[in-house]
């Protein structure tokens, strides 16, 4: 029987649990608290990446649990279910499992270092019928079930994993947005508020929000959930201005800076704007770059949490908002404002000031440079005779002036001038069409042809009618350039002719210098081989098996890169 709580058990949860049980209040959704166990057995849990925490590009989408900077902790199912997707790949979560549970969520497991021996069987199995590493599996209900406490992995460090932990989702199996754990019974100790550790104001005065807003930074003091602005209590303000803070929480025991959960902002007594990070969909993470003070973060990487959205944010973490959170003080009174910041577990911070409405302390927000008006709510586009840029609607957070500008090719492997499309400070949410016009020269190779940025880092494309077109992510530099080099592979242990006997593995490091690793794949005498590949520190490598019987073997590597440059190698060996 699913034990379902009610919001308002919650809420009297909040004011009559002690504060290591406390559950915080700003959820719009009921959800079950005993149906799921921990998946590691390591006391007391402890985190290093909260739900929601600010990263580069993207909100976490789940919770990070520390494992001793150790792989190999079993991991448990947290409930009844099945496997219901199988996953291995090159970066992002490596080796995962998603487990489907009868009340209707999805539980997420990644960078695993290896499956229980049933699933790794089966992936085995399923990456030689497919003769691919990389997999990506929806098993049936029936071939995986697992029950609650049993162990379906081990902890590990793979995909793009800047150490051992366990990634942890709670999903909802029908919509596949991410829900924060802790919602849900995953319990972590915490009875620490959270820290706030810096506030700004911005002079938006009816303006969109961009590099050019004024900002003003003001000192914090305090701490245990009790704090002011240092050296000041009132700041002087006058027409419309929003606010931003720079917050992180830590829980007992061993924390990192974690996110917090809530920003409630009230002015008078009255909430302007609140966020909270119970869930989101994925396709809606970009938007944090709107979440976020961007340009100061592409600046000094601090991540200042504006309090008002902008209008093309599509996140659904907002609440309360009056005006989307932006203030007008004009009348010559004085005015209370008020941050309140909770953690998961209800633990709250808070942060009180006032604000005069002085007329006297205008502070205009200055013109950006002129150019061609792109609205958010629209597609835009421009075009010249060498280039031609398509910003299908909802890739704007706001309105803006685009800028462009050309200038010389560079001299080196660069078959177009350098086309500047706008800047990196204005956040993109899903990219735009780049067309760039080739000279004359490309065409015989033109199926080698890409653009790349001005760090020569490669976007892709492909040629077309004598454009090369890609769909970056962001705004930047840009000219084409041709890929015409194979990739590079470097033997580690193994050499042409030698004995194997006694070696659990053959190993390789691979690379490719611009347009990046498609694919890779191993044929001991002639059949294909398990090959295995870590992004991180660009190891590929073969775990010998039954497969490989004593005596003379053949083996050859073909490493093929995004523009079909194929490097060979081959050899003799015996085991």
């Not at 706030?196 to 969109?208: C, D, E, F, H």
């Amino acid at each position: 029987m699913r034990n379902y709580i009610t919001y308002i058990s919650l809420v009297l949860l909040l004011f009559f649990s002690n504060p290591l049980t406390a559950q915080q209040t700003y959820s719009n959704h009921s959800y079950p608290l005993t149906d799921f166990r921990s998946p590691l057995d390591i006391e007391p849990p402890a985190l290093a990446g909260s739900f929601g925490e600010l990263r580069a590009n993207h909100f976490h989408s789940g919770i990070d649990f520390r494992t001793n900077q150790r792989i190999g902790y079993p991991v448990y199912a947290p409930a009844d279910g099945f496997i219901s997707r199988l996953r291995v790949q090159n970066s992002g979560f490596g080796l995962a499992l998603y487990i489907n549970h009868l009340n209707g969520y999805t539980t997420v497991y990644g960078h695993l270092s290896r499956f229980n021996p049933k699933i790794a069987q089966i992936v085995k199995n399923i990456q030689y019928k497919k003769t691919s590493y990389e997999i990506d599996e929806f098993p049936s209900a029936d071939l995986i079930p697992v029950r609650k406490g049993e162990v379906i992995a081990y902890t590990g460090n793979t995909g793009s994993s800047g150490g051992p932990h366990l990634h942890f989702e709670i999903r909802d199996s029908k919509t596949e947005a991410t829900i924060n754990p802790q919602l849900l019974g995953i319990s972590i100790p915490d009875n620490i508020p959270p820290n706030i550790a810096a506030m700004y104001v911005y002079r938006l005065n009816g303006k969109p929000f961009n590099e050019f807003t004024p900002k003003q930074y003001f000192q914090v003091a305090g701490g245990k959930g009790s704090y002011k602005l240092n050296q000041v209590n009132t700041i002087n303000l006058s027409g419309e201005v929003g606010f931003g803070i720079v917050v992180n929480d830590r829980h007992n025991g061993a924390s990192g800076n974690n996110g917090a959960y809530s920003i409630e902002l009230a002015v008078d007594g009255n909430t302007v704007y609140t966020s909270a990070l119970e869930r989101f969909t994925f396709d809606n993470s970009k938007a944090i770059n709107s979440h976020i003070d961007y340009p100061t973060y592409l600046r000094t990487k601090q991540s200042i949490q504006k309090s008002f959205v902008d209008p093309g944010n599509p996140l659904q973490i907002y609440f309360n908002l009056v005006n989307s959170g932006r203030i007008t003080f004009n009348d010559g009174k004085t005015h209370t404002v008020k941050y309140t910041i909770s953690d998961a577990r209800g633990n709250k911070s808070t942060l009180a000031f006032n604000v005069f409405a002085d007329a006297k302390a205008v502070i205009n927000t200055p013109e950006p440079p002129v150019g061609t008006s792109f609205a958010y709510n629209k597609q835009n586009e421009f075009s010249t005779e060498a280039v031609k840029v398509i910003l299908p609607k909802g890739t704007l957070y706001n309105d803006f002036n685009f800028l462009y500008k050309k200038t010389a090719k560079p001299q080196q492997n660069a078959f177009s001038e350098i086309h500047h499309i706008h800047n990196n400070f204005t956040p993109l949410h899903t990219g735009f069409e780049l067309w760039i016009k080739a000279d004359s020269t490309v065409i015989k190779h033109q199926n080698k042809a890409l653009i790349v940025n001005s760090n020569r880092s490669s976007q892709g494309g492909s040629f077309d009618n004598g454009w090369v077109k890609t769909k970056p992510r962001n705004f930047g530099s840009f000219f084409i350039a041709i890929d015409t080099v194979a990739p590079n592979i470097v033997p580690v242990n193994i050499a042409n002719g030698k004995n194997m006997a006694g070696v659990s593995k053959m190993s390789f490091r691979i690379s490719d210098g611009l347009s990046g690793i498609k694919s890779f794949n191993g044929y001991i005498d002639g059949k294909w081989v398990l090959m295995e590949f870590d992004t991180k520190t660009a190891s590929l490598w073969h775990n010998f098996d039954e497969r490989t019987a004593k005596g003379k073997h053949t083996f050859e590597l073909l490493v093929v890169d995004m523009k079909d440059n194929t490097k060979r190698y081959a050899i003799e060996f015996y085991r």
